[in-house]
């Protein structure tokens, strides 16, 4: 099927719509008992808006995210509506891509089946004996700290919460508790930040109103209240620990963990292919130049 410039442009910008057919939502002639949104016959479920939400990762305003999510599914499907009433489907490009696509998703699916089965969690023991065995190469590469952090609703709040942060001696964990059950608007997270030691730039990735701040802390200061994203933010350094420290494992768990769930992935895999070289080799459906 010939392609005319204009509609080769056209097939560019809608061509990925095409490809990720499955955004578009649930389509069907009998509408679910209730939806988010709707273009047509394609409606937005609760679930689908969940799904694109999780995909997001953590977000620091979940209306905001919500409302992106809802305008991006409509912008999709519009799009992809459109590709199918000019049938880009039936472009021989389209399909060609299309194949290619169903086969990613299909060995995407088997890797997914193979690791589940596997169950590629490492155990505590895999963790420690890890742990031990590179604890030189685990030294912290950047500073680490611990520090006692909340989000609050307005100004005259979060300079209450600042007030008690900064009376010395340090509160007590009773006093911090209380501190956030009372004034933090995200309490999870709030009391998350609080329990170990974290890298200083992942911690100013997490809170990026107080990342420039966080760097000039001496331990045991308090940052001014500042205001980002509808909330007023203010932090407690406790402690921080230089780069080259030795860590404790509990600093560097998550990392060895991705480590070795990443390492049992690769050799799931290898394994598989392996076994999958060996019986087409023996069956004679595998020829090598």
Same mark, same amino acid.
């Given at each position: ?19 990720s ?8 002639? &009998? +509408?679910? $008992?209730?939806?988010? #949104? =709707?273009?047509? @016959?394609? !409606?937005? /479920?609760?679930?689908?808006?969940? %799904?694109? *939400? ?23 499907t ?30 995407s ?60 001696? &340090? +509160?007590p $964990?009773?006093?911090? #508790? =209380?501190?956030? @059950?009372? !004034?933090? /608007?995200?309490?999870?997270?709030? %009391?998350? *930040? ?38 007023y ?33 690769k ?23």
């Amino acid at each position: 099927m010939p392609v005319t410039a204009l509609h080769a442009t056209r097939l560019r910008v809608l061509l990925v719509l095409l490809l990720s057919a499955g955004l578009a939502g649930c389509q069907t002639e &009998a +509408p679910p $008992d209730s939806y988010v #949104a =709707r273009v047509g @016959t394609h !409606y937005l /479920t609760g679930a689908d808006l969940d %799904r694109m *939400l999780a995909g997001m990762g953590t977000v620091r305003d979940s209306t905001e995210a919500r409302k992106q999510a809802i305008d991006q599914w409509v912008t999709r499907t519009l799009l992809y509506r459109e590709a199918e009433r000019l049938n880009l489907s039936s472009n021989d490009e389209v399909q060609q891509r299309l194949r290619r696509q169903r086969r990613a998703v299909l060995v995407s699916a088997l890797r997914t089946r193979l690791e589940e089965e596997a169950d590629v969690r490492p155990t505590p023991e895999k963790v420690r004996t890890y742990f031990e065995r590179h604890k030189e190469q685990l030294r912290l590469r950047e500073p680490y700290v611990r520090v006692q952090y909340l989000a609050a609703p307005d100004r005259p709040t979060a300079q209450t919460a600042r007030q008690t942060l900064r009376t010395p001696p &340090a +509160p007590p $964990d009773t006093t911090w #508790a =209380r501190l956030v @059950t009372e !004034y933090a /608007t995200d309490t999870t997270r709030a %009391r998350r *930040l609080s329990r170990r030691f974290v890298p200083q730039s992942r911690l100013g990735q997490q809170v990026p109103a107080l990342a420039d701040r966080l760097a000039d802390l001496q331990e045991g200061e308090t940052t001014p209240v500042v205001q980002a994203s509808g909330r007023y933010h203010v932090l407690r350094l406790d402690r921080r620990l230089p780069e080259g420290t030795p860590p404790e494992l509990d600093w560097v768990e998550p990392k060895i963990r991705r480590r070795l769930r990443i390492r049992a992935r690769k050799q799931i895999h290898a394994t598989e292919v392996q076994r999958l070289r060996n019986r087409a080799q023996a069956d004679g459906t595998l020829e090598l130049p």
